[in-house]
């Protein structure tokens, strides 16, 4: 025989439902507001897109960062001055905010400061200070940073040793993918690397 809820046994049950229901719409309500939200990651891309694009009050934004020791920051403040987007073109601050990052440890920026170095850039050229920066990066795995290193040590710059160098950072790079380093390393082999030789030195002062 069916025993008929009590009156009280129904009011529990309707207010177990009113609360799953409650649960259910509070569930979604903050599903909702966790994909509108902007991850960290997301907001600093915004901003740097924005401030490329020429917005003033996104620039301020990325410098009050920059100057507040945000590495990404840093390095995005340099590759807009490097490029000319959203600022005027000037390798002089680019190399300044390059400068600020790799001193803190970016792969990244301590490349483009020995590229800067290597090329004249914003500061005057000198190669022993470009294999300083590429070796800081070369040493964090950046496979660009190895070739450029490389390059340097078969061209003579920075250590007494420097075929032997070279043929590691050129292998190590070619190891990762870099086909430039790869057929720099043959040239190596092929050539005996003799610093003499016109197309040997021609293939190696190549820019990465």
Not at 36 to 41: D, H, M, N, V, W
Not at 76 to 85: E, H, I, V
Not at 98 to 126: C, I, R, T, W
């Amino acid at each position: 025989m069916n025993k008929t809820p009590s009156k009280v046994e129904h009011t529990i049950r309707c207010q177990r439902i009113h609360l799953l229901f409650f649960v259910l719409f509070i569930t979604l309500s903050l599903s909702s507001i966790a994909c509108k939200t902007r991850s960290p990651e997301e907001a600093f891309n915004k901003i740097v897109t924005s401030a490329k694009g020429g917005d003033a009050g996104a620039l301020k934004k990325l410098k009050t960062l920059a100057v507040d020791g945000v590495i990404d920051a840093q390095y995005a403040l340099g590759g807009m001055y490097f490029n000319g987007a959203g600022v005027p073109k000037d390798n002089n601050k680019a190399t300044e905010w390059y400068h600020k990052a790799a001193e803190q440890g970016d792969d990244f920026a301590q490349f483009q400061l020995g590229y800067m170095y290597n090329e004249g850039k914003g500061v005057p050229q000198d190669y022993e200070e470009a294999v300083t920066w590429y070796r800081k990066s070369a040493e964090q795995g950046n496979f660009a940073a190895q070739m450029a290193l490389g390059s340097l040590y078969a061209r003579g710059y920075g250590n007494p040793d420097g075929d032997k160098e070279a043929a590691t950072w050129l292998q190590t790079a070619s190891d990762a993918g870099d086909t430039l380093a790869g057929y720099r390393l043959g040239l190596m082999y092929l050539l005996g690397a003799c610093r003499n030789n016109h197309f040997f030195v021609h293939n190696f002062s190549r820019t990465p």
